[in-house]
C-alpha cells in the first residue's frame, strides 16, 4: 500500500472492510494529486467516518482472565478454604500469630534479593511518586516488617497473594497470582530447634491433607558453598552455580552440566567434582560420612553446616518425621538470601490440574502432570540486616506452602470423588407446606438467625414444597424447618432430616437446641 493509501485507512480504520456492507463511493486517491486534492479526499474520508460514527465505543472485549491468573467457582473455594483452615490450625497450634503487609512494596525493598529470579518481580508504572514493585514473596516484606518495627523475636504465620512475571504453567498449579502461606521463626535461640519445628510443620500439614506419597529434601548453604569452593568454583560464581544446580529437580545432570559449563564458565572438570557430591543422598549417616570426606572436610563452613545437619536429624527423630525427610546434596533453591538449612516438600504423584480456557485445554497433558515441589523454605539470618540502618541481624526460619499446587490436587480428588462438595454452611431450611405462611416463614427465620442458626429461605411468596426440598438436595442442606397451620396451632415446627427423610415435630421453643443437636452430631 502507498503512502496515500495509509493515510485513508488511518483515518478510518476499518472502512475498507465495509465499504461493499454500506456502499461507499470510491476513494480518489491517486499518486498525481495536488496537496489540495489530496486535502479535500481527507475531508471526505472524515465526513463518511462521522457518518458511520467510528469505531469508537465498538471495541469488542475479549472476557477471559489475565494470563497466569484464574476465576474460582464456589465448589473450588469451598476446598480452598478447607485447605487454609487445616493450614491455619497447624500454625496455631504451633504458637504462631499473624500479620499483615501491603501488596506492593518500595521496588528498592526487592531488588537484589532473589538472584536470578529478580526478572520476575512485577515493576508497577511510575505515577510519578515512588518507584514500586509488586511483592514477589511474603518473605522479603516480613524481613522488611521486622526491621522498620524493630522486632527481634516472632513466630508468624501470613497467608497472602503475591505476583510473579512467570511462564505460568496451569496444568502444574504455577500462576503468575498465587497465595502463600508463610510460617516463620525469627530470634536468637539454640541451633536447628526452630529449623526442626518448620518441618514438622511442613510434615503434619501434607500429612493431614492426605495428598499423597510425599518426601522433604534438606540440605544447608554452608555445605553447598564450601562443596563449591573445594570442588574449585570461584567465590563470585557460587550464587549462580547455585540458581544452576537449583534446577535439577527440572533438568537431567548431563543439561546441568552443559549450562555450568557453556553458559557460566566452569571448567568440565569443576562441574564433574560438583557432579560426584550433588547425587549423593541419605540421612545423619551422610552427614557423619560427608564430615570424613577428604576434601569436603577441608571446608570450615561445609562442616559447619554438616554438623548442625547431624543435630537437625537428632531432632526430626523425636518429632517421628525422619520416614520423610531426606538429605539430598542436589536441594540448592535459588533464592540468595538462605543462610543455612534449605529445604523443599516433593510430592510423588502426578495430577491432571483444572484448565479453563481452549489453549490451555490443548496443552495439557491427558495422563496427568507432575507437580513437584509443594513447600519450601530455610534459614535466612542476614535479610534482616539489609533492611536495619545499623545492620542490626535477627536470625530467622521460615516455610512456604505451595498452596496453588495443594489445590489443583484438592480439586482432581474432589472431581474424581463421589461425594458432594458443600458450598454453603446453612444448616437449616425453612419451608411451607400450603400458601400464604410467608410472613410466618420470615418470622421463624429470623429467630434462627438471632439464635446464631444457619438458616435459608426460598425468596418466594408461595413455593411448591417439592421445589424447598428440591433446593436442600442441590445444596446440601441436612435440615427443613416445615411450618404448616397445623404446626402453627401446636406450636410446633416439623423438622425433616433431607437425607433419610424421617420428620419430626419439635416444640417451636426446642428447635434451636434440636437443630444444633442434629447438625453437631452430622
Not at 504455577?174 to 518448620?198: K, L, N, S, T, V
Not at 518441618?199 to 518426601?215: A, S
Not at 560427608?290 to 561445609?302: E, V
Request: glycine fraction near 8%; aromatic fraction near 6%; proline fraction near 3%.
Amino acid at each position: 500500500m502507498n503512502a496515500l493509501g495509509l493515510v485513508s485507512t488511518r483515518l478510518c480504520p476499518g472502512l475498507m472492510g465495509r465499504r461493499s456492507a454500506v456502499n461507499l463511493p470510491s476513494l480518489r486517491f491517486s499518486s498525481g494529486m495536488t496537496l489540495s486534492q489530496i486535502d479535500e479526499e481527507v475531508a471526505r474520508l472524515l465526513q463518511l467516518k462521522a457518518q458511520l460514527g467510528g469505531d469508537e465505543g465498538k471495541h469488542v472485549f475479549v472476557l477471559k482472565t489475565a494470563k497466569g491468573t484464574r476465576d474460582y467457582n464456589p465448589k473450588q473455594m469451598a476446598i480452598r478454604e478447607k485447605v487454609f483452615n487445616i493450614i491455619i490450625s497447624c500454625f496455631k497450634r504451633h504458637g504462631a500469630e499473624t500479620i499483615d503487609t501491603p501488596v506492593f512494596e518500595l521496588k528498592e525493598t526487592l531488588t537484589g534479593k532473589y538472584g536470578e529470579d529478580s526478572k520476575l518481580i512485577y515493576d508497577l508504572k511510575d505515577q510519578g511518586g515512588e518507584l514500586l514493585s509488586l511483592r514477589y514473596d511474603l518473605t522479603v516484606p516480613f524481613a522488611r516488617y521486622l526491621a522498620m518495627n524493630k522486632i527481634t523475636n516472632i513466630k508468624r504465620y501470613h497467608i497472602a497473594k503475591v505476583y510473579r512475571r512467570d511462564n505460568p504453567a496451569m496444568t502444574r498449579g504455577r500462576y503468575r497470582e498465587f497465595y502463600q502461606c508463610d510460617f516463620d521463626i525469627a530470634g536468637q535461640y539454640d541451633a536447628m530447634i526452630p529449623d526442626a519445628e518448620c518441618l514438622k510443620i511442613v510434615y503434619e500439614i501434607l500429612n493431614e491433607l492426605d495428598l499423597g506419597d510425599f518426601r522433604i529434601k534438606v540440605n544447608d548453604r554452608r555445605i553447598l558453598d564450601g562443596l563449591f569452593a573445594v570442588c574449585g568454583v570461584p567465590d563470585e560464581k557460587f550464587r549462580t552455580i547455585c540458581s544452576t544446580v537449583d534446577k535439577l529437580d527440572k533438568m537431567a545432570w548431563e543439561d546441568v552440566k552443559k549450562e555450568m559449563v557453556n553458559e557460566k564458565g566452569l571448567s568440565v572438570d569443576v562441574a564433574d567434582r560438583i557432579g560426584e557430591y550433588v547425587s549423593m543422598q541419605g540421612g545423619q549417616d551422610l552427614a557423619e560420612r560427608l564430615l570424613q570426606d577428604p576434601r569436603l572436610s577441608q571446608s570450615k563452613q561445609a562442616c559447619a553446616g554438616l554438623t548442625d545437619m547431624k543435630l537437625l536429624f537428632s531432632y526430626l527423630e523425636l518429632f517421628q518425621v525422619t520416614d520423610k525427610v531426606v538429605f539430598d546434596l542436589s536441594l540448592a533453591r535459588g533464592l540468595d538470601y538462605y543462610t543455612g538449612v534449605i529445604y523443599e516438600a516433593i510430592l510423588s504423584q502426578t495430577i491432571q490440574a483444572p484448565v479453563s480456557t481452549p489453549a490451555e485445554q490443548n496443552g495439557a497433558d491427558e495422563a496427568g502432570v507432575s507437580v513437584g515441589s509443594v513447600a519450601g523454605g530455610g534459614r535466612y539470618d542476614g535479610l534482616v540486616g539489609m533492611f536495619d540502618p545499623k545492620g542490626r541481624k535477627v536470625p530467622c526460619v521460615g516455610v512456604s506452602i505451595g498452596i496453588e499446587r495443594i489445590f489443583s490436587i484438592m480439586e482432581q480428588k474432589a472431581e474424581a470423588s463421589s461425594e458432594k462438595v458443600r458450598t454453603t454452611e446453612t444448616q437449616v431450611l425453612v419451608a411451607s407446606a400450603q400458601k400464604n405462611l410467608l410472613e410466618e416463614r420470615l418470622r421463624l427465620t429470623n429467630e434462627l438467625w438471632n439464635a446464631g442458626i444457619k438458616a435459608e429461605v426460598l425468596y418466594k411468596k408461595n413455593p411448591k414444597l417439592l421445589s424447598q426440598l428440591q433446593h436442600c438436595e442441590e445444596t446440601g442442606i441436612p435440615l427443613v424447618a416445615i411450618l404448616g397451620e397445623q404446626e402453627l396451632k401446636d406450636g410446633v415446627v416439623k423438622l425433616r432430616n433431607v437425607a433419610s427423610r424421617e420428620e419430626v415435630d419439635v416444640p417451636r421453643v426446642d428447635l434451636v437446641d434440636e437443630i444444633k443437636k442434629r447438625t453437631l452430631l452430622s
